[in-house]
């Protein structure tokens, strides 16, 4: 809202920028003008003295939403892209394009929705029209270059993938949120934690690969990022050995068909904080959550067990260099506490220790480099219906190589007769073959 084109469009109805924005009259009681929910919580209008209006934002009140129904204001969006474009910049991430495109209700007559929370998410990926602004962002920034576009895609899922990436997709890649909700019971009761089992998880990766393949696509691998928790919390039992589960996980970020994403900490195998406080928390949106929670009568210990389980401030938390002050990240205050155990989990320490989450993804990414088919195979599943066992083979016109992790906290079995004519190119916890070790990860080739 510090935008000097947000400031223009609040000065006056008459301004040239008026209307690149989304605004409202009030409901004759001055209240807002329908009921939706920003994603963030609170009313999605924020009123405005000077306009007399409401202005819509999807998010927090001090990120209004552009009108990208009016031609100038994607003309001046595609005049920044570029901007950059001759600057030399590689590419760009797109965040939260999903919800550029506002359904008929939003432009042509507001409503109350029997839901206020589900009539903002209306704005999302199927709503009519929104590809056609994003090719013609395509066809006036990315035509005749060589850059990378990258789009947080939240809404799109394998079914609609080929009009978002591939031959005829507006992107090179787009990161689709099916994997990482997989605990999230739903955002009304989001404290509490849905029961999945593995073959549901596994399903969901390979559906998205089997579609990409099919479509002539590319696949953004990835546990964590900025808004999620840590995957070891995530994706494992409670309990979970730190480095042996962290490396079970990076086995599968790997090895997966597409380009690996590695959040900050990561690769040192971080876990989620230890925070005892709300108060304690940064992200607007935990915070949000845990009020939520409480005014639909959850327990306080309720509430703030989901906070912190979900809480995006668990990625967010400083770097871990060192075990000096501020674990080597800034000799001032950080922004958030540091995660409780920055004295031992670091990358000074893992950089020492041969057996380190560190030095395995290090091994990993070398790994990569050496074997073809980890970059240029294909991808598929084998023993779906194991709730123990993660596998799939990577194959190429010329080699075959198949991945084994056990993500769970028993030891588990399975047939040998995938392996055979194979050799074992590393096992993290070296079990005998046909039996795979709790979190053990394991990979062979012909």
């Known amino acids: 809202e510090e935008c000097d084109w947000f400031k223009e469009s ?7 920028k008026s209307d690149w924005y989304i605004w409202r009259d009030p409901k004759p009681d001055g209240s807002a003008p329908t009921n939706w929910r ?14 007399g209006q409401y202005y819509l934002h999807t998010f927090l009140p001090e990120q209004p939403d552009l009108n990208w129904e009016n031609p100038e204001v994607r003309e001046a969006l595609i005049d920044i892209a570029n901007f950059w474009v001759d600057k030399g910049v590689g590419g760009f991430r797109l965040d939260a394009i999903t919800y550029i495109k506002k359904p008929k209700e939003f432009t042509d007559g507001v409503v109350d929705e029997p839901d206020g929370l589900a009539a903002i998410h209306k704005a999302i990926a199927k709503t009519e029209g929104i590809l056609d602004f994003l090719h013609e962002f395509k066809d006036k920034v990315q035509k005749g270059t060589d850059i990378f576009t990258v789009g947080e895609a939240n809404g799109v899922s394998a079914d609609n993938l080929s009009e978002w990436v591939g031959p005829k997709g507006v992107f ?92 900050q900490g990561e690769e040192l195998g971080l876990v989620n904080v230890g925070w005892d406080s709300i108060e304690m928390f940064d992200d607007v949106l935990t915070k949000s959550h845990y009020e939520l929670a409480l005014k639909k009568n959850y327990s306080e210990r309720t509430a ?35 995660n409780d155990d920055y004295n031992s989990v670091n990358a000074e320490a893992e950089e020492k220790d041969r057996t380190s989450v560190l030095n395995f993804y290090r091994y990993l990414a070398s790994l990569r480099k050496e074997l073809p088919e980890l970059t240029e195979g294909g991808y598929r599943e084998l023993f779906p219906e194991s709730e123990e066992i993660f596998a799939f083979e990577r194959k190429s016109d010329e080699n ?8 769970s906290d028993r030891k588990a079995e399975y047939d040998t007769s995938c392996l055979e004519g194979m050799c074992c190119v590393f096992s993290t916890r070296e079990s005998k073959k046909g039996t795979l070790f709790p979190f053990e990860a394991a990979l062979y080739r012909k």
């Open 38 to 51: 920003s994603i963030f919580g609170g009313s999605a209008w924020t009123y405005d003295e000077n306009r």
């Open 172 to 263: 090179d890649m787009i990161f689709e949120f099916t994997h990482v909700l997989v605990a999230r019971l739903d955002e009304e009761d989001w404290c509490l934690v849905r029961d999945w089992k593995l073959p549901y998880l596994k399903s969901l990766f390979s559906g998205s690969q089997k579609t990409t393949l099919r479509i002539g696509g590319w696949y953004p691998v990835f546990l964590e990022n900025h808004d999620q928790p840590r995957s070891i919390n995530h994706f494992l039992p409670e309990g979970a050995d730190r480095v042996e589960g962290a490396k079970a996980l990076a086995t599968l970020l790997l090895t997966m068909r597409g380009t690996p994403f590695i959040m």
């Open 10 to 16: 609040r000065s006056s109805k008459d301004n040239p």
């Open 304 to 338: 703030f067990e989901g906070a912190r389980r979900f809480s995006r401030d668990n990625t967010r938390t400083p770097m871990q260099w060192n075990s000096t002050i501020n674990a080597g990240f800034t000799k001032g205050k950080p922004w958030l506490p540091l």
């Open 400 to 407: 075959s190589a198949i991945v084994l992790i056990n993500l």
